[in-house]
């Protein structure tokens, strides 16, 4: 509830700013330990999903095209499939930042997920503040926020040479700008989550658990100088988005595995 609402208000600061990142904050409410109830987000379905139904799904994440497959076969006419693009585009730059600033966690990908109609959203906000998850003592996910080669293939609408593509320059430019806006109220969202303090949520028990607020908004640099940070942290989400994809496929792998077993 707590990661949602953060989302909204994002959303809500960004829309004053003139972007709509078509963000997805679906509603969910706690009644009770465990209990409670979130809506069903229709047309949509999970990456892994997606990426099985194209294929094996623990190949399928080392490769792009899937997802940009699946997109076209729901909106078959090209203006159709442009607005399916953008709608992505504007989604995954919008969820990009703020899963940055949240520090939202266990991104494999049955918690993400596309609409048909192109908007990508995550879901599943069990870890914050990077409570980042371990298997073996290694921390299993290794990039500032998720941004595989699939994603970019949609983005620059199936161009080879991403990096060049003044599609992928624009997508760049709304992180840029998403992440900017939010850091110049940076001291309103950390205060916000002091208040949560005394709630009992573990990833919030203490004073210094808002360090990581403060680290990734980093209010201690210049404007200037926060734009070249979060374009470090955007390059290296790129360049490592290999370990995503690993981290997807092992994922994929176990989770045959236990069907398998169920079955026997």
Known sequence: MLTLQMIRIMDRLWKEAGYDFR??????????????????????????????????????????GSLLAWIRDHNPQESDLNRAIEEFTLSCAGYCVATYILGVADRHNDNIMVKKNGQLFHIDFGHILGKFKEKFGIRRERVPFVLTHDFVYVITHGEQSSKKSEYFRRFQRYCEEAFIIIRRRGSFFI??????????????????DLQYLRETLVLDKSEEEARGHFNTKFMEALKNSWKTSF???????AKDNRMNDRQK
């Open 23 to 64: 963000m997805t904050p679906y509603r969910c409410i706690s009644v009770e330990h465990c209990v409670g109830l979130i809506e069903v987000v229709l047309n949509a379905d999970t990456i892994a999903n997606i990426q099985k139904n194209k294929g094996n799904a623990a190949i399928a994440a080392f490769k792009k």
């Open 191 to 208: 205060s916000l989550f002091a208040m949560m303090l005394s709630s009992g949520i573990p990833e919030i028990s203490s004073v210094n």
């Open 247 to 253: 981290n997807w496929c092992a994922h994929s792998l």
